[in-house]
C-alpha cells in the first residue's frame, strides 16, 4: 500500500531524526550497534518504537547503568520537536535492547 504524502513527509523526517541520532549514539555510547525503529503512521507519534541495539551484555548493562537511554529518550523527544513532532512520553518511545 502507498503512503500519503503525509505519512512520507512524517517518515523523512523521522528518517532524518533516526540517522543523526544513530550516529551521535555510535559516539558517545560505548558497545553501541544500531538502531531499529517500528511505527504505525495511523497512531503517530504514539506507535514509534525506537531500539537501540548493542552488540553484548556487558556493554548494554554499563549503558544502561550510566543513563545512557535516558539521553537518548531526551535527545530523540528534542529533535523530533525541532521538526514538529511531539512525543508524550518518550520513555515508551525509546529502549536499549541487547543481543539477541
Known sequence: MKMSKI???LNMKLLAVL???NEEAKE???GFSHLSHTVQFD???S???VHC???EAQQLR???S???ETKLQKQLQKLLLKKGIVLKDPKMNLILQGPA
Request: aromatic share 8%; proline share 4%; glycine share 0%.
Open 43 to 45: 497512531c503517530f507519534p
Open 19 to 21: 540517522t543523526q541520532i
Open 7 to 9: 505519512c512520507q513527509r
Open 28 to 30: 558517545q555510547v560505548d
Open 62 to 64: 554499563a549503558a544502561q
Open 66 to 68: 550510566s543513563h545512557a
Open 47 to 49: 506507535s514509534l518504537l
Open 53 to 55: 541495539h548493542f552488540s
